[in-house]
């Protein structure tokens, strides 16, 4: 579904359902729907593309006169994309930015007044969700709706008024209590209840740099399993890329997941795109997921229970049920080929897996087999969801968990006695255990990371939202990437040289005159000034440092944004941004290699009030 507003949004928006029909195999159904102060259905299964429109009550309470199954039979809006392939892009080419008399005749109703584009998407979506819930189980076993915004849904029910909301737009992100901004309505929240219901993933697909409230609208995704994506604009935007991607990957869908762990543990949190079982504790729905989604969980111990030195070692149980589309013989996307749709079956599967674990009355066993990724993980997870009661407190929060880890540790290995004075023998490096040395950096690298940063003018609100949506979808190696990014340094563009543990300005003064900074949404090349003028630049298709580019690029669920720069002429602020070793807590650029030292210094002086 999208709605109808610039050219140049429109033809991002077709560029990427063309693509969509690319990935999508020839047995799948393809239906198109657009709104703004009404609903277009699309018929394109005759000689011509026909629409049918509906009217959206301009209400806030509001609803359709008429259920879209009586504007058009379901077997008609949806078409075979191996029959109909070529007839869904020529009705894609009929769709027009909306005219300039159908703006003024909405406008005194639109609270977007700037714009007066009118999107009804509240009422639109609603609608296709009650629309597919006749049909599920029927004609199709999941259905996965892509909805493309260029702004605030501003018409009908599930409007949101982003006119009280002025300073969003300026970088206000907390409320005086320092809570980031809450859900503007529950709109969202029950329709993403009934989109499970339906069998619905929906994705949500923003194209703006306008206060959109994506906190309101985050919920519709995240619960429904599927993904929130956002784009400042339409010149650098991934979005074909990124469709392409997400459908050409094997995915499963209508999935069940439930842990069950041995009595001594139980969980304690559950994190992840699902929608909780509202009748059984720690089962989950997800509507559609791929190999690359992550749930992860956090455990505690049972009252007044422990492991015992002769008791059974712990068992952690997974059983995962799910429906996968299962492909036979020959799977050609040849359109005249009517049975194309009868070499896929699907099929409805179940996966258990039981893990012994061991256990260990010896501390330095434990810190040996920590994973510094998976740690990270669970603290991002608990995190985003404190910062949303208390941003600040979060922050003080992790800042204080870091400390008191460093106090055990150095309790652990006996670092500093009772008869010492001072600070300095306190190890915030963990020099004993190489396993744990990543774990300041990691810790520092996400308290000035923007989603934690308040007041800044310079991130967008919805930017944070979307950074939740996207860190609490990935697995724990690709979460630590797009935290603390990977700074490769090269001697020639077919050699690397060495991967850098510092993110600091010495990379300037580097012998090396290439780097390539690897921050998962964003992929730079740089050239120092000094670099000679006999190395290309760009990089030629041909060498190594571009191949890396291609296969990291290719390896990713989201196409990354690539830009080349060489210090001698091109603003370099891009590349800074990610030496978060310069920065200061609060997110600000400081003079000279002292920001995260500082931090540490910081930590060891909160350790030593411990009293260790």
């Given amino acids: 579904m999208l709605f109808l507003a610039s050219e140049e949004f429109l033809e991002l928006v077709k560029s990427a359902l063309l693509a969509a029909l690319e990935a999508l195999s020839p047995g799948s ?14 018929d394109v299964q005759g000689p011509i593309p026909i629409v049918k429109n ?22 008609s809006f949806l078409a ?10 020529e009705a894609l080419e009929t769709i027009k930015p909306i005219a300039s008399w159908e703006r003024a005749t909405t406008a005194s109703q639109v609270q977007d007044h700037a714009l007066h584009h009118t999107r009804g998407f509240g009422v639109a979506i609603d609608a296709l969700v009650n629309y597919l819930s006749v049909e599920n189980g029927t004609t199709f076993e999941l259905a996965r709706i892509f909805a493309f915004l260029s702004g605030p849904p501003n018409y009908g029910a599930g409007q949101l008024d982003a006119r009280s909301n002025g300073d969003h737009n300026t970088g206000k992100v907390v409320d005086s209590n320092n809570t980031l901004l809450p859900e503007e309505t529950s709109f969202y929240k029950n329709l993403a209840a009934s989109a499970v219901q339906a069998g619905a993933c ?12 994506l906190t309101s609208l985050k919920v519709l995704s995240v619960e429904s399993g599927g993904s929130l994506f956002l784009y400042s604009n339409t010149d650098e935007s991934t979005l074909p890329q990124d469709i392409y991607k997400m459908l050409k990957r094997p995915y499963a869908f209508g999935c069940v997941l439930r842990l069950r762990t041995s009595p001594e543990i139980k969980i304690a949190d559950s994190y992840g795109h699902f929608f909780p079982d509202p009748q059984y504790m720690h089962v989950q729905h997800i509507n559609c997921c791929d190999s690359f989604a992550s749930y992860t969980y956090d455990f505690e111990f ?16 997974i059983a995962f049920k799910y429906t996968m589309i299962v492909h036979h013989g020959d799977t050609s996307d040849d359109a005249s080929n009517s049975g194309s749709r009868s070499k896929f079956s699907v099929q409805r599967r179940l996966r258990v897996r039981t893990i012994q674990y061991n256990t260990t009355a010896n501390i330095w066993d434990l810190y040996d087999f920590v994973d510094p990724d998976v740690v990270l993980t669970i603290l991002v997870h608990q995190v985003i969801l404190a910062s949303l009661s208390d941003v600040v407190e979060a922050r003080l929060w992790i800042h204080d968990w870091l400390a008191i880890f460093i106090a055990q540790y150095n309790k652990a290995y006996k670092n500093v006695r009772p008869a010492d004075s001072g600070v300095s023998d306190i190890d915030v490096d963990f020099s004993n255990c190489s396993q744990l040395q990543p ?25 944070q939202t979307y950074l939740q949506c996207l860190f609490s979808a990935l697995e724990p190696a690709s979460l630590r990437q797009a935290i603390c990014p990977t700074l490769s340094s090269y001697s020639s563009l077919d050699t690397e040289a060495e991967v850098h543990q510092s993110l600091s300005r ?29 190395i290309p630049f760009p990089p030629p298709r041909d060498c190594l440092l571009r191949s890396t580019v291609d296969r990291l690029k290719q390896e990713r669920t989201l196409t990354p944004r690539l830009a080349f720069i060489h210090g001698a002429r091109d603003d370099t602020t891009t590349f800074e941004k990610y030496l ?33």
Avoid: W
Avoid at 29 to 40: H, W
Avoid at 80 to 89: H, L, M, N, W
Avoid at 202 to 213: G, S
């Fill in 580 to 612: 978060i070793e310069d920065r200061a807590l609060d997110g600000t650029l400081l003079v000279g290699s002292i920001g995260f030292r500082s931090f540490l210094e910081e930590v060891r002086s909160r350790v030593a009030e411990f009293g260790i």
């Fill in 202 to 213: 929906v994705d949500l697909f923003a194209i703006t740099n306008e206060y959109t409230d």
């Fill in 54 to 75: 509906v009217f959206i009550p301009p209400d806030s309470d509001g609803t359709l006169h008429v259920d879209l199954k009586d504007v058009m039979p379901f077997c």
């Fill in 80 to 89: 075979p994309v191996g029959t109909f392939k070529d007839r869904i892009a």
């Fill in 439 to 463: 774990l300041a950096q990691l810790v520092f690298a996400f308290l000035v990371s923007p989603l934690l940063q308040v007041q800044d003018e310079h991130i967008h609100p919805d930017y």
């Fill in 302 to 317: 049972e009252k007044d229970s422990q492991f015992a030195r002769k008791s059974r070692p712990p068992i952690l149980q």
């Fill in 29 to 42: 159904l393809f239906g198109i729907l657009t709104f703004s102060s009404k609903i277009g259905l699309y």
């Fill in 506 to 534: 010495s990379v300037f003064t580097s012998e090396r005159p290439i780097f390539l900074l690897d921050a998962y949404t964003d992929l730079l090349v740089y050239y120092l000034p000094t670099a000679s003028p006999s």
